[in-house]
């Protein structure tokens, strides 16, 4: 195996441990906030394609507790975020 082929072997081995700690970090941190919730508590996706808006519509048809914030531009998740939490009474975005 030459120093070309390490490098090659290195770079994609750290490639491939970098996403799987990444992926594990998020579902155990998904699983941390969600143990505490309780069943049937509504869940915030903030989206901004069509994709996610019609996934969002499928789950909610299937009965899933979502609120779905749809952001068209930059600058706009604050802005979404102060009006939801203004008009579910949670207060103000800082």
Do not use: C
């Amino acid at each position: 195996m030459g120093s070309f082929d390490r490098y090659i072997f290195r770079t994609t081995f750290g490639a491939f441990l970098l996403v799987l700690v990444s992926l594990t970090t998020v579902i155990w941190l998904t699983h941390a906030l969600l143990r505490g919730a309780p069943r049937g508590s509504p869940v915030l996706f903030l989206g901004d394609t069509a994709d996610d808006q019609a996934a969002s519509r499928a789950a909610q048809d299937a009965g899933a507790p979502i609120i779905y914030a749809h952001i068209e531009e930059p600058g706009d998740t604050s802005r979404v975020l102060s009006r939801l939490l203004a008009e579910t009474g949670g207060g103000a975005l800082a």
